[in-house]
């Protein structure tokens, strides 16, 4: 549990903002249309691509929250069941499970005048949290969501959040990817020395697509495909989690509005192949019953690559590994062919659906693969 999950900065620029203009060029037209269209954008060969960051990309998270139910790789709430507490002593609501809903093919977060105690205190606002802190971390990529933030006139009204966050804050840092405040989308990264970001001029109300692409040493915001922003200082390495939540106090936020809704259309993240094998699980108990129970709302992707090509890659050196999990059917097989396969099965953590069909779990902590008997 943290004391905080932000040191908010104020609206002053403490980096470089820079606000999105026109563009002339086919390739901005071809990203302003599908931002609008609220698509990512596809590659020549099919796959979803991020919006703004060119690159060789890899979806390695799918959530798009087209169910009646969260995704088994989210849950609701900050660190507990039923209601919870919020993240700070400044917000005015307790987060419940009942204002997390789905309407036609999107998440739901609900804020609402009702009052509950929490954390020892009555508050008089609940509202809605997901998180994938149980779930789903990842180290380096470009995480994007498709968001509509409640508006008040021609500003985003109360605090909602699209960031990730690490497991000891604020040691291993706080990527807020979109933060309402003071009526304003603003992005910040959060470290011990800091939180440097800035704000971004415009009304981003209502529908909008914003992602951050984590990379070594910077973190670079894009909002509906726009470069909107880069920070270069204190950008940390440890493993994050996603969160996503509607808050409302007096202080940083926007005008109060309640009843209010921030709506989410997707979430996903890209990795380079080089970054796929820092990918990891969040909990491996949870991660082991997902190997028995996939959940086919969560759309989690990635190649196939072989052991000593990671290691050759410079995993090893990070002491993760990526190696293929031998199907009941063809163990013999396999192991005639020479695959390795990852040892330490209690320490296994599953990637997801689609890793669980190609055969492919993430074993953190060897050296080097080692075959397990059979």
Request: hydrophobic fraction near 35%; charge should be positive; charged fraction near 15%.
């Amino acid at each position: 549990m943290k004391w905080s999950r932000r040191f908010v900065a104020p609206l002053a620029v403490l980096g470089v903002i820079a606000t999105a203009g026109a563009a002339a060029s086919a390739s901005v037209h071809k990203v302003a249309h599908a931002a609008k269209a609220g698509a990512s954008i596809r590659a020549a060969t099919g796959r979803l691509m991020p919006l703004g960051a060119a690159g060789t990309w890899h979806l390695v998270l799918n959530s798009t929250f087209n169910g009646s139910t969260l995704p088994h790789l989210w849950s609701t709430g900050w660190f507990g069941s039923g209601i919870t507490a919020p993240v700070q002593s400044e917000e005015l609501e307790c987060y419940s499970p009942s204002q997390v809903t789905f309407s036609g093919r999107s998440l739901d977060l609900s804020l609402a005048k009702s009052t509950h105690i929490c954390g020892g205190i009555v508050r008089h606002y609940t509202s809605g949290m997901v998180t994938t802190a149980r779930g789903f971390s990842f180290t380096y990529g470009l995480a994007e969501a498709r968001i509509y933030l409640p508006p008040s006139g021609h500003q985003i009204a109360d605090w909602p959040a699209f960031l990730t966050d690490g497991r000891s804050w604020p040691a291993d840092g706080e990527m807020d990817i979109l933060e309402g405040l003071r009526g304003a989308a603003c992005f910040h990264f959060h470290d011990p020395s800091g939180g440097p970001g800035g704000c971004v001029r415009g009304n981003y109300s209502g529908w909008h697509t914003y992602g951050a692409n984590w990379e070594p040493g910077s973190v670079t915001y894009y909002y509906d495909g726009h470069r909107v922003g880069r920070i270069t200082r204190g950008v940390t390495s440890a493993p994050m989690y996603l969160i996503l939540n509607l808050a409302v106090d007096n202080s940083y936020g926007g005008a109060k509005v309640a009843p209010a809704r921030m709506q989410v259309k997707f979430v996903r993240v890209w990795q380079h192949g080089s970054a796929l094998a820092l990918a990891g699980i969040a909990s491996p108990r949870r991660a082991s019953n997902s190997l028995l129970q996939p959940d086919p709302s969560d759309r989690v992707q990635k190649p196939r690559p072989q052991c000593k090509n990671i290691a050759e890659k410079g995993a090893n050196r990070a002491g993760i590994l990526i190696c293929p999990r031998p199907p009941r059917n063809r163990r013999s097989r396999l192991w005639d062919s020479g695959h390795t396969f990852c040892d330490a099965p209690s320490r296994l953590e599953h990637l997801g659906q689609f890793a669980l069909d190609l055969g492919e779990l993430v074993c953190h902590g060897n050296s080097e693969p080692r075959r397990l008997g059979l």
